[in-house]
């Protein structure tokens, strides 16, 4: 079907918005009919619209937030293809019937699981990444056959008018489309019985989500956030230890769900992953000695009011007694912190108690693993956890004592971008997994199904009455199963 702008609501009006999901819901009972070819070309037109809009993409993270076109390049672009192809290859696999085995106490029965849409899934992307995750789980819910609407975030409008101009150009509005907005638009759509909504966002936004799907039991994937530490311990390479902290912290200008949010360092070899850090910063965003805040290579926070957030952890901090290592410049006139690396933070200051999201770094000395693991999990469980070690013992007790959504070893945010990775947190970081097959089961029902042979069956000889024989019968059930 050609894509019309007939079914796009004009209006934010919640009659609007109403009739566009009456729309999808009647189109999703076609699409459920659907093969995975159907599919697949939904999601080919949707990789050669990125690959032609490149520079429109580019443009508009410029636009919204100084973000470097070849960050943009990585992790919008790259990191949105990456999955769509990766979908691509397995799509025709993940699709098919998946054989289960027979229990003897079944036997002369079938079983399978196959996987059927859910219907109509609505994506509440962000601003952070707004491009990439708003794609990502947009892949996802192709590849499982539903018809979806999108609402990105209004603090990144430019990629948000993007977005709803790229659905306009390759879909039709009764299966995929862009609903822009604030906070009002989005209460709305809460307000409609989605069969899945996807969200990305803060904790504190993510539970208003799980309350407004509970009213329709509607499933939810939430993608959510916290403290993510990074453990460096006195056998790690610090030079590469501290090149991958701070090209994790240092992306996005720290505006990352998965960024590095503070940093755990074995008190022996502090100042020497001081000393590599502030050589690190120099060479990636400084290295004609002219500041940070000249470098093309560096993002701005989103807006004044996100500043105004950070720059007042900082400050807080520095109230209490913190001590700036590295950095500490800001300016708001162009929304501008550069990256900040400080130690004494008490535990009680916001900056430790609150996610960052933004370029500044607390760091916290331990003696033992047994310290370091102590204080993470006196907090909430995180999102990421980062371990730099060449201890293999030293790793293992870290990932075994530690609870986390997901885990790097001597790197930093890159479990985020391997499609065969689950991806999600779990308790205040999360509930469900995206990414490959994960995103593909969360936008599915996977439908089990038993076929039992006609006639005469084990199962009936345990059919009523109960006569000595049928116990018995039942008895040999209980006592060899």
């Not at 209006?11 to 819901?25: C, G, H, M, S, V």
Request: charged share 20%.
């Amino acid at each position: 079907m050609e894509p019309t702008t007939a079914l796009i609501p004009t209006t934010t009006d919640p009659i609007a918005i109403e009739l566009l999901f009456q729309r999808q819901r009647a189109r999703a009972e076609a699409l459920r009919r659907e093969g995975w070819e159907s599919r697949a070309k939904r999601l080919r037109k949707l990789s050669r619209w990125i690959e032609e809009n490149r520079a429109a993409i580019q443009q508009a993270l410029y636009a919204d937030f100084r973000k470097p076109a070849a960050e943009t390049d990585v992790s919008e672009i790259w990191s949105s293809q990456v999955e769509i192809k990766h979908t691509l290859r397995h799509l025709k696999e993940w699709t098919q019937p998946r054989k289960v085995g027979t229990p003897m106490s079944l036997m002369g029965t079938r079983g399978w699981v196959q996987h059927e849409p859910k219907g109509v899934c609505l994506i509440i992307a962000p601003w952070n990444y707004p491009f990439y995750l708003a794609i990502d789980p947009l892949a996802s819910a192709l590849a499982a056959g539903n018809a979806c609407i999108i609402k990105p975030s209004e603090i990144t409008p430019t990629v948000a008018a993007l977005l709803a101009r790229m659905c306009r150009e390759i879909f039709d509005p009764a299966e995929v489309t862009v609903v822009e907005g604030d906070k009002e638009v989005a209460t709305e759509l809460l307000k409609l019985p989605f069969n899945h909504i996807f969200f990305t966002g803060s904790p504190q936004v993510g539970k208003i989500v799980m309350r407004a799907a509970a009213e329709h039991l509607t499933s939810v994937t939430l993608e959510l956030g916290g403290k993510s530490p990074v453990i460096v311990d006195d056998t790690a390479d610090l030079r590469d230890a501290a090149e991958k902290i701070v090209w994790g912290k240092g992306i996005n200008a720290g505006q990352t769900c998965v960024a590095p949010d503070y940093l755990l360092v074995q008190e022996t070899v502090k100042d020497r992953l001081v000393e590599e850090i502030r050589e690190v910063v120099q060479r990636f965003y400084d290295p004609a000695g002219e500041g940070v805040a000249s470098s093309s290579s560096y993002a701005r926070i989103v807006n004044q009011h996100h500043f105004r957030r950070i720059a007042s952890l900082l400050e807080d901090a520095q109230a209490q007694g913190a001590n700036i290592l590295l950095g500490g410049m800001v300016d708001a006139s162009q929304n501008f912190i550069e990256p900040t690396l400080l130690e004494g933070a008490p535990a009680q200051s916001r900056i430790m108690q609150e996610e960052i999201f933004g370029p500044l770094l607390p760091i916290v000395t331990f003696r033992t693993l047994m310290e370091a693991t102590d204080v993470v999990n006196s907090r909430l469980q995180p999102l990421a956890l980062y371990v730099f070690t060449q201890n293999a013992e030293h790793q293992r007790y870290l990932l075994q004592n530690i609870p986390a959504g997901g885990s790097c070893v001597n790197e930093t945010i890159l479990h985020l971008a391997h499609p065969d990775l689950p991806f999600g947190g779990f308790g205040n970081s999360g509930l469900g997994k995206a990414h490959g097959y994960a995103g593909f089961v969360g936008f599915s029902n996977e439908k089990s199904v038993l076929k039992q042979r006609v006639g005469r069956t084990g199962i009936k000889t345990m059919y009523p009455p109960y006569t000595p024989k049928v116990k018995k019968m039942i008895g040999w059930l209980l006592k060899f199963l």
